[in-house]
C-alpha cells in the first residue's frame, strides 16, 4: 500500500493524523536535520501500522510517499 505523508518536524507531540484512507499528517519531536525525522517517522509509522514501512519519495521534503508492507 502505498499512502502520502506530510510531515511537521519540531512538534510538541509525536503522532499520526489519518485524513483519508491515502493520505496522513505526521507530527514529529525531531528536527528535520541529519535524517533524525525521517527515522522518527519510519519508527511512528512502522508502530501505527504495525508492520514495515520505507519512504519511497521525498526524503528531504515535507510531503513523503510511503510504501506500507502488507504482512
Do not use: C, H, W
Amino acid at each position: 500500500m502505498i499512502i502520502k505523508v506530510k510531515v511537521y518536524p519540531q512538534s510538541r507531540r509525536e503522532e499520526i493524523e489519518k485524513l483519508n484512507e491515502k493520505e496522513y499528517k505526521a507530527y514529529l519531536k525531531k528536527p528535520a536535520e541529519d535524517n533524525k525525522a525521517n527515522i522518527e517517522l519510519v519508527k511512528l509509522l512502522s508502530r501505527y501500522f504495525k508492520t514495515q514501512v520505507k519512504i519511497v519519495k521525498g526524503l528531504k521534503n515535507r510531503n513523503k510517499i510511503v510504501e506500507i508492507k502488507s504482512n
